[in-house]
């Protein structure tokens, strides 16, 4: 067993290293990287000059990071956490603070299509409200958070949770759409 756990550890350094790598690889594309920031395998990135990552985040693998204007902005905190399979729809502002952990399989988007009588939807517009998500925030796997939404620090948001609305500091929500359970 001892021989198992050492290779376990050098796979996982070596995961780091790569991540790291690929880190300062998105650096070079344009990107505002802190220290000791990882970045997952297979994540996508378009715009990658909007984009600012704080010191020691972590991004697993697969997350998309789409910024559909060259003037989106994306900026996440020092010490967060995003999981695999997050996808970040970005046209106008999306700001996560420090020490926030987003669970896999999350959507967050700053942007949704209007839809106005007698048009079709291809032609309908395009409205776009910041997201601002706080510092010490948790969000739980596979949750929604919509345009305009503002999460105060220290929230949680449950699991699947479709979040339409702001979200008051130090408080649990949770439903489809979201609703104060409690206090943290």
């Known amino acids: 067993m001892p021989g198992f756990k050492l290779m ?24 505002r ?29 697969d997350v998309y990071m789409k910024l559909v204007h060259d003037q989106a902005q994306f ?22 603070g420090h020490h926030t952990l ?3 399989n999350c959507f967050i988007c700053d942007h949704s299509h209007a839809f106005e009588p007698g048009r079709r939807i291809d032609e309908q517009a395009c409205i776009a409200k910041a997201v601002s998500i706080g510092e010490d925030v948790w ?11 503002s999460i105060g620090d220290g929230a949680v948001i449950g699991a699947n949770s479709v979040v339409t609305s702001n979200v008051a500091p130090m408080t649990v929500v949770a439903g ?6 409690r206090g943290r």
């Open 75 to 96: 900026a996440i905190g020092d010490h967060v956490f995003v999981g695999r399979g997050v996808e970040f729809d970005v046209m106008l502002e999306v700001r996560i």
């Open 8 to 31: 376990e550890r050098l796979r996982s350094l070596g995961q780091l290293a790569c991540g790291r790598l690929r880190a300062r690889l998105l650096a070079l594309r344009g990107a």
């Open 33 to 61: 990287i802190g220290h000791k920031t990882a970045v997952g395998a297979r994540c996508a990135v378009w715009r990658p000059w909007c984009i600012s990552l704080g010191d020691r985040v972590l991004i697993e693998s």
């Open 139 to 149: 969000i739980g796997a596979g949750s929604v958070i919509l345009a305009g939404v």
């Open 102 to 104: 987003i669970a896999p």
């Open 176 to 181: 489809s759409p979201a609703r104060l359970l």
